[in-house]
């Protein structure tokens, strides 16, 4: 990356950091205001050219008008509108007729004085068109805008519907607030209502705007800087750059954790601290991501650092590197377990209900959020392990040792383990996957499949584990809250709010307010109506409330006896005041019941007072009671009431077993358990259980026992991890790829496809086949699997559908069959009926009277609180009453509650309709959720354990298909012209390999007759050429003896008195020649003796040490041998004679190359090499070689002196060949020449 880059990152950096600070400081809560205002509005607007679309359609008014000739079509044209938010009702006479929705349905349209309408009822706010077309027939269109339920429930959300307004920053403002407010209008300028900004944090595209600046100005700063750091890696400081990306990584975090400004200014749920908070350093899930993401970061940037990071001399091979590798791996160890510790606070420390993996139809965007974070933190984990077995491949050399290192290290882990009373097979399985990892040299590539497979299957079952242990230690918390609640024969729940209820009753305005109204009318049930409404929704709803109000001592209402002396009596004889409220008491009541009172002091004037007695009686909770989950509070999570019924119980009076329910069966005694008091006991698992026990005193022993996870559900775990694990690694090695192309310099747009297509061309056969078999079997899998799910949750949902309209037509039939004798049968008697059924079949009802008006359920809180409207289903009042069927099932909703319900017609001995009932299935969504979960786990567990057979499988046939190609790219690899002829392949079978094999067989037989020619050929050459040059080479010395002989001739002929001192001299120069001739003798008969060499092992060192000897006489030659291996002896397997003639030969022309009159400096340098083999090098000072010489310079008979034979350094290559070694050079001109050996080491190979 070049400085123009780098400066435009810097200002990039800048420019976004700086738009959010300005959008931080510019934008403030008016614009907020009125963004939001602006869009609603519009939306209202839009909605209103819709109803005027309505109004003026003559044809749709004149159906609407005649909706009992024609309710169908009524039906079809309200459902249309209702798509778009527009809900149709018809009054006839100021009364309803017709409604599409029975979740809210006015009584009346009296009332509403304007053509558009603001009506704010008890839990929703609409507006509302209305259109008269008859005299007595009216039209109303509502357009719902708000919830305002005074329940905290998941499924009661009190906001803006979103065809309004999406997002959750405003609230309806009332007539007394102060401050920023808004008026809405109508198009025509009637106002409807006003709006004001809700307390606390807002979320809108001006945050979302700060929220992307800081994200990406963030990211490009750390961009910039480790590209910085890497720069000065290349230069040499690699772990001073690591250190100081570490530090800018660490500062951003801490920057960010201390001014947490995105968590105090956005209000999305990674921010929310009760999705997931656990210390100061991860307190949101927002901490938890960016923390992952940055420990990514840094081992991605060592990773990238790897081949510039230097390990010192001194601790390879050596037993500082061992103890360095040994910390490293205790390192490893250490990091497994800390990042699956903080991997399970993500669910010991959330308030997220639905993250149980094994129910994965319940799983929401928190818990895909979660499964992200576990699949960084994973990657991270594997990354860094490879880094820290890599560097110990360098430290330590030798793969027993490295592997010894790693025993030790998982044995000391396992002791540890054992120690803090963990025996767990954790530490064994991170073992393993350590092992595997250290010997998959190329880490997730495709020629290992296999190997990334079981890692795979390894970290899941870590996952596993550790998810397991996070589920035991909830549950635990769970079992203590069970505990808590038991011992103390309270209903904590209810005993919080009651601390809540009577601040509030103390400040309702409203209800002093309603009291003077009682006060002169005499009437307080509609006081009691309004205390259900809004003090026991949720879960005090299921509490049996009375109200005695008394002012000046005179009760407001007709009771059978005087209230305040009976409950004068309670406080002094029969009950308790709760320590956590000032006016609300216990009373002593029967073993499972929970009775509370409250007697509280209203003043509703200053001279005025009420004193309201409030009772509260509750059975204790019961598995078999039916309790919607739409009235159940948020607030109160203490226990999880969807697990509650696996939970089985057990009270102990005396010793004595009292009371148990669920599964488990206990002792009659409980003289085996443990007997300390005021103490949480975990008891030993059994039968299925886990167990804990609690003493309150010496006379009481409680137990909770909850169920073990089972093996199927395990399985579920490992299964899902595997995939998504499966899944990440694919996506991320899809995505590797993809950025290795447009990475590449030669990447050019136009030649997309050509590199796309290398890309393919470079994946191996085998890879391909395992790929084909892999996605053949998922391809199959994942449609098999589809359709078998769709087609099972079809059958059961049919199934079910059909048993609950038999169950309701069974049901109708008995209650015709009790009032058959009478043709007039009264209302009240419908409901006796009921009300007797539902205690024996434990079963809710709801009973309409013929025209669709409820008169009776067995759940009338839903009613009193105003969840839904006392009006039938209209599309079932319709398949009832118009198209007479006998039952009908529809699904139906209250908020984002969804539950199904059947109805039938109760009709009279005439057949004459004189009633409607109605079965609700408030839990049938969980159990069919459930039931489908059961089914898409047991899917999930079969085909995995099929993926992952056929990962192994698909290996396994790879490596079977590509074998036989295998050898015959190892034979002709090993194919040679050689006088040593090629040995031919075998295959038995007679198929499209064996084919290729006789092919190959047949090459090999032309290839001999072919090389025979071609050696003979050569053969002849060389002998030519060497003949040549011997010729030349004896011609040379025989020349000047022909000379002499011929002067010594003419002198002895002539009595030449120098004779003598001439013979003297000519024999001199004859005994000179004729040692040259024998030279040259030798040195040709030396070269042709090479094939005959003797392998034996040879002291590497000495042998080069003779040489040196040899040659070190010269004063004005300098040899020099450095050992860098760290190694005394060095054995190589070699001819004793070739390999001293080779050094010889090199340092010789060594020597030869230097010119006369400089000092000839010879150094050779002996290096340890990976995989045991050992370079030599031959480094001189001499002239160096020319350019021209290069490509000859190992070709026998080729020489650029004045003399010699051309064979020394053919000489040298040929044993070094011989000894399975290699030797190159490289040369620079006036600067001098190395020589490169490398032989591989005897001693070494057989330590290995």
Same mark, same amino acid.
Not at 509 to 537: A, M, N, P, W
Not at 895 to 902: I, K
């Given at each position: 990356m070049g400085y123009k880059i780098r400066i435009l990152l810097l200002l990039l950096t800048l420019c976004f950091v700086a738009t959010a600070i300005t959008v931080h400081n510019r934008v403030g809560k008016e614009d907020l205001l009125e963004l939001d205002t602006k869009t609603l509005t519009n939306n209202i607007h839009q909605k209103e050219d819709v109803i005027d679309k309505i109004f003026s359609d003559t044809l749709l008014l004149k159906t609407l008008s005649n909706f009992e000739r024609y309710p169908l079509q009524v039906r079809e044209y309200a459902k249309t509108y209702t798509k778009q938010s527009i809900y149709l009702y018809i009054y006839k006479n100021n009364k309803p007729v017709y409604w599409v929705s029975n979740v809210y349905v006015p009584e009346t349209h009296n009332g509403l004085k304007n053509d558009i309408n603001f009506i704010k009822s008890d839990n929703r706010s609409f507006i509302v068109r209305q259109k008269q077309i008859d005299g007595n027939i009216t039209v109303l269109a509502l357009l719902p805008v708000k919830r305002n339920f005074n329940t905290n429930n998941e499924y009661l959300k009190n906001s803006f519907l979103d065809w309004i307004l999406k997002t959750e920053n405003l609230e309806i403002a009332e007539f007394n607030d102060t401050g920023s407010i808004r008026n809405i209008y109508s198009k025509n300028k009637t106002y409807l209502f006003s709006v004001k900004l809700k307390p606390g944090k807002h979320n809108n595209i001006y945050i979302q705007i700060q929220f992307i600046c800081w994200i990406f100005g963030t990211l490009l700063f750390i961009i910039l800087m480790s590209n910085i750091c890497y720069e000065l890696a290349k230069k040499g400081s690699s772990w001073l750059s690591a250190l100081l990306f570490a530090t800018v990584i660490v500062g951003i975090r801490l920057v960010d954790l201390e001014t947490n400004?995105?968590?105090?200014?956005?209000?999305?749920?990674?921010?929310?601290?009760?999705?997931?908070?656990?210390?100061?350093?991860?307190?949101?899930?927002?901490?938890?991501?960016?923390?992952?993401?940055?420990?990514?970061?840094?081992?991605?940037?060592?990773?990238?650092?790897?081949?510039?990071?230097?390990?010192?001399?001194?601790?390879?091979? +050596?037993?500082?590197?061992?103890?360095?590798?040994?910390?490293?791996?205790?390192?490893?160890?250490?990091?497994?377990?800390?990042?699956?510790?903080?991997?399970?606070?993500?669910?010991?420390?959330?308030?997220?209900?639905?993250?149980?993996?094994?129910? *994965?139809?319940?799983?929401?965007?928190?818990?895909?959020?979660?499964?992200?974070?576990?699949?960084?933190?994973?990657?991270?984990?594997?990354?860094?392990?490879?880094?820290? *077995?890599?560097?110990?491949?360098?430290?330590?050399?030798?793969?027993? +040792?490295?592997?010894?290192?790693?025993?030790?290290? *998982? !044995?000391?882990?396992?002791?540890?383990?054992?120690?803090?009373? =963990?025996?767990?097979?954790?530490?064994?399985?991170?073992?393993?996957?350590?092992?595997?990892r250290s010997f998959d040299n190329h880490k997730i590539h495709e020629s290992n499949f296999s190997s990334h497979?079981?890692?795979?299957?390894?970290?899941?079952?870590?996952?596993?584990?550790?998810?397991?242990?996070?589920?035991?230690?909830?549950?635990?918390?769970?079992?203590?809250?069970? *505990? +808590?609640?038991?011992?103390?024969? =309270?209903?904590?729940?209810?005993?919080?709010?009651?601390?809540?209820?009577?601040?509030?009753?103390?400040?309702?305005?409203?209800?002093?307010?309603?009291?003077?109204?009682?006060?002169?009318?005499?009437? !307080?049930?509609?006081?009691?109506?309004?205390?259900?409404?809004?003090?026991?929704?949720?879960?005090?709803?299921?509490?049996?409330?009375?109200?005695?109000?008394?002012?000046?001592n005179n009760s407001l209402g007709i009771y059978n006896k005087n209230k305040i002396d009976e409950y004068r009596e309670k406080v002094i004889s029969r009950s308790s005041r709760l320590n956590e409220t000032e006016y609300f008491y216990k009373v002593a009541s029967e073993v499972g019941t929970h009775e509370y009172f409250a007697q509280i002091p209203l003043p509703i004037s200053e001279t005025q007072n009420i004193l309201l007695f409030l009772n509260f009686k509750n059975k204790a909770f019961s598995p078999?009671?039916?309790?919607?989950?739409?009235?159940?509070?948020?607030?109160?999570?203490?226990?999880?009431?969807?697990?509650?019924?696996?939970?089985?119980?057990?009270?102990?009076?005396?010793?004595?077993?009292?009371?148990?329910?669920?599964?488990?069966?206990?002792?009659?005694?409980?003289?085996?358990?443990?007997?300390?008091?005021?103490?949480?006991?975990?008891?030993?698992?059994?039968?299925?259980?886990?167990?804990?026990?609690?003493?309150?005193?010496?006379?009481?022993?409680?137990?909770?026992?909850?169920?073990?996870?089972?093996?199927?559900?395990?399985?579920?775990?490992?299964?899902?991890?595997?995939?998504?694990?499966?899944?990440?690694?694919?996506?991320l090695k899809f995505f590797s790829s993809i950025y290795k192309v447009f990475s590449s310099r030669k990447f050019k747009f136009k030649n997309l496809k050509y590199h796309f297509r290398l890309l393919f061309s470079n994946i191996q056969y085998s890879t391909r086949i395992q790929t084909l078999v892999i996605a053949s079997v998922l391809f199959a899998i994942i449609i098999s699997g589809?359709?078998?799910?769709?087609?099972?949750?079809?059958?059961?949902?049919?199934?079910?559908?059909?048993?609950?309209?038999?169950? $309701?037509?069974?049901?109708?039939?008995?209650?015709?069959?009790?009032?058959?004798?009478?043709?007039?049968?009264?209302?009240?008697?419908?409901?006796?009926?009921?009300?007797?059924?539902? =205690? $024996?079949?434990?079963?809710?009802?709801?009973?309409?009277?013929?025209?669709?008006?409820?008169?009776?359920?067995?759940?009338?809180?839903?009613?009193?609180?105003k969840l839904l409207s006392e009006y039938i289903n209209q599309d079932a009042y319709i398949d009832l009453n118009v198209l007479k069927k006998t039952e009908t099932l529809h699904t139906e909703r209250i908020?984002?509650?969804?539950?199904?319900?059947?109805y039938s017609t109760i009709r009279n001995s005439e057949y004459q309709t004189i009633a409607y009932l109605s079965v609700p299935y408030y839990a049938a969504k969980k159990e069919?959720?459930?039931?489908?979960?059961?089914?898409?786990?047991?899917?999930?567990?079969?085909?995995?354990?099929?993926?992952?057979?056929?990962?192994?499988?698909?290996?396994?046939?790879?490596?079977?298909?590509?074998?036989?190609?295998?050898?015959?790219?190892?034979?002709?690899?090993?194919?040679?012209?050689?006088?040593?002829?090629?040995?031919?392949?075998?295959?038995?079978?007679? =198929?499209?390999?064996?084919?290729?094999?006789?092919?190959?067989?047949?090459?090999?037989?032309?290839?001999?007759?072919?090389?025979?020619?071609?050696?003979?050929?050569?053969?002849?050459?060389?002998?030519?050429?060497?003949?040549?040059?011997?010729?030349?080479e004896i011609k040379n010395p025989l020349t000047p003896m022909k000379l002499g002989i011929q002067q010594l001739s003419r002198s002895f002929y002539e009595k030449d008195p120098k004779l003598e001192e001439r013979f003297g001299r000519i024999s001199t120069s004859f005994i000179e020649q004729i040692d040259a001739l024998s030279r040259i003798a030798s040195e040709f008969s030396a070269f042709a003796k090479l094939p005959e060499t003797k392998l034996v092992e040879i002291n590497l060192i000495e042998k080069i040490l003779k040489s040196i000897d040899l040659y070190n006489n010269n004063h004005n030659t300098v040899i020099q041998l450095v050992n860098n291996t760290n190694l005394k002896n060095i054995t190589v397997l070699g001819d004793r004679s070739q390999l001293l003639r080779s050094f010889n030969n090199l340092i010789k022309n060594a020597i030869e190359a230097s010119p006369t009159k400089r000092k000839h400096r010879i150094t050779i340098l002996l290096y340890s090499m990976p995989d045991h083999w050992i370079e !030599?090098? !031959?480094?001189?000072?001499?002239?160096?070689?020319?350019?021209?010489?290069?490509?000859?310079?190992?070709?026998?008979?080729?020489?650029?002196?004045?003399?010699? +034979?051309?064979?020394?350094?053919?000489?040298?290559?040929?044993?070094?060949?011989?000894?399975?070694?290699?030797?190159?050079?490289?040369?620079?001109?006036?600067?001098g020449t190395t020589f490169y050996i490398q032989l591989p080491l005897i001693n070494e190979l057989e330590d290995s």
């Open positions: 400004w995105l968590a105090q200014n956005s209000s999305l749920a990674i921010f929310d601290p009760k999705y997931y908070a656990y210390n100061k350093f991860f307190p949101h899930l927002w901490a938890f991501i960016i923390n992952s993401v940055s420990m990514l970061w840094f081992i991605c940037y060592l990773i990238s650092i790897k081949k510039f990071l230097t390990i010192p001399q001194a601790i390879i091979k +050596t037993v500082k590197g061992t103890v360095v590798y040994y910390l490293l791996l205790s390192l490893l160890y250490i990091l497994f377990n800390a990042f699956f510790f903080q991997l399970n606070t993500l669910t010991t420390n959330t308030s997220v209900r639905n993250n149980d993996l094994t129910q *994965l139809l319940d799983l929401n965007s928190i818990t895909l959020i979660f499964i992200s974070i576990y699949c960084i933190n994973i990657l991270s984990l594997v990354a860094f392990s490879d880094l820290v *077995l890599d560097l110990g491949k360098k430290i330590i050399e030798k793969t027993t +040792t490295n592997l010894n290192i790693q025993l030790f290290v *998982l !044995v000391q882990a396992i002791i540890i383990s054992a120690l803090c009373e =963990d025996y767990s097979l954790f530490n064994v399985i991170v073992g393993l996957l350590i092992m595997i497979i079981a890692a795979l299957v390894l970290i899941a079952l870590i996952s596993t584990i550790k998810y397991t242990e996070a589920w035991k230690i909830n549950q635990e918390e769970e079992m203590k809250l069970i *505990l +808590t609640n038991l011992e103390a024969e =309270d209903d904590i729940n209810a005993i919080t709010l009651f601390s809540e209820i009577e601040d509030d009753i103390l400040n309702d305005q409203k209800l002093k307010h309603l009291f003077t109204l009682g006060i002169s009318s005499k009437e !307080v049930s509609f006081i009691d109506e309004y205390i259900k409404r809004q003090y026991l929704s949720g879960y005090l709803s299921k509490y049996e409330f009375q109200g005695y109000y008394y002012f000046n078999t009671i039916p309790y919607p989950v739409i009235l159940t509070d948020n607030r109160l999570d203490f226990i999880n009431q969807e697990n509650i019924n696996k939970d089985s119980f057990a009270l102990y009076k005396n010793g004595a077993l009292i009371t148990q329910n669920g599964k488990f069966t206990y002792p009659n005694r409980d003289k085996d358990y443990p007997k300390k008091e005021n103490e949480f006991i975990k008891l030993n698992d059994s039968f299925g259980f886990h167990h804990m026990l609690y003493k309150p005193n010496s006379f009481t022993t409680i137990i909770v026992s909850k169920p073990f996870q089972s093996y199927w559900e395990f399985i579920a775990v490992v299964s899902l991890s595997f995939l998504i694990l499966y899944i990440s690694t694919t996506i589809i359709i078998t799910f769709f087609s099972i949750s079809y059958q059961s949902e049919n199934n079910k559908k059909n048993d609950r309209l038999n169950y $309701i037509s069974e049901i109708s039939k008995r209650i015709e069959n009790t009032i058959s004798y009478s043709n007039t049968v009264p209302l009240d008697r419908l409901e006796s009926i009921l009300q007797y059924l539902t =205690d $024996i079949l434990v079963t809710d009802f709801n009973l309409y009277n013929k025209n669709g008006k409820l008169i009776y359920s067995t759940q009338p809180k839903i009613y009193d609180q908020g984002n509650f969804v539950y199904s319900s059947t069919d959720t459930s039931n489908q979960n059961i089914i898409l786990n047991t899917i999930l567990n079969i085909y995995t354990i099929i993926i992952i057979a056929f990962a192994f499988f698909s290996a396994f046939i790879s490596n079977k298909i590509t074998a036989p190609l295998n050898i015959i790219s190892k034979k002709l690899s090993q194919t040679n012209l050689s006088g040593k002829p090629n040995e031919p392949l075998y295959w038995e079978k007679n =198929d499209e390999i064996g084919a290729l094999i006789k092919e190959y067989n047949y090459m090999l037989v032309k290839l001999e007759e072919n090389a025979k020619q071609l050696r003979n050929a050569e053969r002849e050459i060389t002998w030519r050429e060497m003949a040549k040059q011997i010729a030349h !030599v090098q !031959v480094k001189d000072n001499g002239l160096g070689i020319a350019d021209d010489a290069l490509p000859n310079i190992f070709r026998p008979n080729f020489t650029t002196k004045s003399s010699g +034979t051309g064979l020394g350094l053919a000489f040298v290559k040929q044993t070094i060949d011989g000894m399975g070694g290699n030797i190159r050079f490289e040369t620079e001109l006036n600067v």
